[in-house]
């Protein structure tokens, strides 16, 4: 499976930004995608994370009631919706996919490469 990432970029303080995570190759259904980040100088942190139903949302507490994350199975994508996006959000988000309890700690198999998002006051 590889992951595709892409919607990242330059946005202000307050302003919204959407990411998209396109997986291809021997795609499944059944597996749950999500999203983590990397600042600078910082782990890699857990974000969001969506089950393959998409009835099961995760969030960290740093981003809930910000980040909204979704999925179209249909079109092998899911989606972060980032509102109110704050200048400590400003890091490198990477997707993920994999069965929902290797994902949330991190331990996917499959990682996309990764698109910048920066957030200016």
């Known amino acids: 499976v590889q992951l595709q990432a892409s919607g990242g970029g330059l946005v202000q303080a307050r302003g919204s930004r959407r990411l998209s995570c396109t997986a291809s190759?021997?795609?499944?259904?059944?597996?749950?995608m999500g999203w983590f980040r990397q600042a600078p100088g910082k782990e890699r942190e857990f974000v969001a994370a969506?089950?393959?139903?998409?009835?099961?949302?995760y969030y960290a507490d740093s981003v809930k009631g910000r980040f909204t994350i979704s999925r179209e199975n249909a079109k092998n994508t899911a989606y972060l919706q980032m509102n109110n996006l704050k200048v400590e959000d400003t890091a490198i988000y990477y997707c993920?996919?994999?069965?929902?309890?290797?994902?949330?700690?991190?331990?996917?198999?499959?990682w996309g490469q990764g698109t910048q998002v920066t957030v200016s006051s």
């Open positions: 969506i089950g393959w139903g998409g009835s099961n949302t």
């Open positions: 993920t996919a994999d069965y929902i309890g290797s994902l949330r700690l991190g331990a996917s198999q499959w």
């Open positions: 190759g021997r795609t499944r259904s059944n597996y749950a």
